[in-house]
């Protein structure tokens, strides 16, 4: 009876330390800035991006330029979740446009709902400091219209994006690529509106802005 209690107990422990070395969902730190690069399979759009990342406050900051249909753009975005307004910034003109967000604040997270594809180390695993343990998730997010399917890979320590591929019927698929992330806000003013943004009259249009109309 007691080795029957031992062997249970011992499977017990031996099942925890196998879920515990399996990966498992996570969320990315709460105030991340870096660069990423976004581009479509139509490769109607490419484009690159510094952002900084806010989640206690719901704000993310981007400035972006890139082409789309063989066209250059330039794009300076201050999206304020909490209060659901996106402020696009012009900087040169000090001049300032206020949007409606209608969009809903998702934290870069691995949703607890994904399924494990693999894991991989970037690089090379033969001596120290030479790669990078990475996760990579697949699942579907649901929208307000339609269904979209994500592949999504982050760093096995940290949960530090890399990189993510996202599907709708409408756009196909778009890849976004993260580097020289850093954890911390390099520069916490960006995610606050400067002075000239103070007076801008709030534009209603027929479809409020949201993250991805930004691409």
């Known amino acids: 009876m007691r080795a029957l209690v031992l062997l249970a107990c011992f499977s017990a422990c031996f099942s925890a330390c196998c879920l515990a070395q399996r990966p498992q969902p996570c969320m990315s730190p709460p105030l991340m800035s870096g660069f990423l690069s976004v581009s479509t399979q139509s490769e109607k759009l490419t484009a690159y991006a510094k952002y900084f990342y806010d989640a206690f406050g719901k704000r993310i900051r981007l400035k972006e330029m890139g082409t789309y249909n063989n066209q250059t753009f330039h794009l300076d975005a201050l999206l304020l979740f909490r209060k659901g307004v996106l402020y696009k910034i012009n900087q040169r003109n000090q001049t300032c446009t206020k949007k409606r967000l209608c969009a809903a604040f998702h934290p870069l997270a691995v949703p607890r709902n994904s399924s494990l594809l693999g894991q991989a180390v970037l ?46 019927n409408k756009n196909g698929w778009m890849v976004t690529s993260f580097f020289n992330n850093v954890m911390g806000l390099t520069n916490p003013q960006e995610l606050i ?12 249009e027929e479809e409020p802005a949201t993250f991805f109309s930004l691409f």
């Open 193 to 204: 509106p400067p002075p000239y943004c103070d007076n801008a009259v709030l534009e209603e």
């Open 123 to 168: 690089g090379s695993s033969s001596g120290p400091g030479q790669g990078v343990l990475v996760n990579t998730w697949t699942g579907q997010v649901h929208m307000r219209n339609r269904t979209a399917a994500y592949v999504s890979t982050v760093t096995e320590f940290g949960c530090i994006p890399v990189s993510t591929l996202y599907h709708t």
